[in-house]
């Protein structure tokens, strides 16, 4: 367990639809970042999120939006779903902004 | 960050050691070899990471060539639950903002 909690576990949703994924830093963590895992391109770097302020973004699409909260727990919101955008998605968190990251379990979601 | 190699493949007979390495020729001073593992579909889980030295801990041993070029992550006794996939990442934290660039690791397949 890496003290890093993701919800919900599952997601099942229709085509053009908004999900919101949840996650939880470990204690202490004032980083946050977002991951994707499809099968034909691997894991993926989509965000990253320090104390509240956006850090860096990767592959993230304009249909997809995050923020992290004054708790520090983040959401990752994805609209206007596709079929391709059917994944895993990974939060993870470190310290600040340049060590150790640990994963959460992911959110798997799948757009029919 | 630095472009890592690893064998697409490996196979282990239980409580032997795994030798996975890495190529990692194009390594700048302040990447750190980072290793992740990732079983089944479940969140990428840290290992090991190291600069210069050769590093240890109660899941595994890093060992850095001199030259930094390539490196080997040892499981000194495998199990069937160390059957995963394993990520060789070249990371230099606070130029990379965070990103993590997984490549297509190596699945190691321990055996009875």
């Known amino acids: 367990d890496s003290g890093v909690t993701q919800t919900p576990k599952h997601l099942i949703t229709a085509t053009g639809q908004r999900v919101t994924l949840r996650c939880s830093p470990r204690?202490?963590?004032?980083?946050v970042y977002w991951y994707q895992q499809s099968l034909d391109q691997g894991l993926q770097f989509l965000i990253h999120?320090?104390?509240?302020?956006?850090?860096a973004k990767g592959n993230i699409l304009e249909r997809f939006s995050a923020q992290q909260f004054p708790d520090l727990h983040s959401e990752l919101n994805l609209s206007s779903l596709e079929l391709g955008d059917s994944a895993l998605y990974f939060c993870?968190?470190?310290?600040?902004?340049?060590?150790?990251?640990?994963f959460g379990p992911g959110t798997r979601l799948l757009v029919l | 960050d630095a472009k890592t190699t690893q064998p697409p493949s490996m196979d282990c007979a239980e409580g032997r050691a795994a030798n996975l390495p890495c190529n990692h020729s194009?390594?700048?001073?302040?990447?750190?070899v980072y290793w992740y593992r990732q079983i089944h579909s479940q969140g990428p889980q840290y290992i090991i990471h190291?600069?210069?030295n050769n590093e240890t801990n109660e899941m595994a041993s890093l060992i850095i060539t001199e030259d930094r070029k390539s490196s080997t992550l040892i499981l000194p006794h495998a199990t069937l639950r160390d059957t995963a996939v394993y990520y060789c990442?070249?990371?230099?934290?606070?130029?990379?903002?965070?990103?993590?660039?997984f490549g297509q690791g190596t699945i190691l397949t321990v055996h009875p």
């Open positions: 993870a968190s470190s310290v600040a902004g340049v060590e150790t990251q640990y």
């Open positions: 204690s202490g963590d004032l980083s």
């Open positions: 999120y320090y104390n509240g302020e956006e850090r």
């Open positions: 194009t390594i700048s001073g302040n990447e750190y």
């Open positions: 190291g600069l210069k």
């Open positions: 990442i070249a990371y230099a934290g606070g130029t990379s903002y965070g990103k993590l660039t």
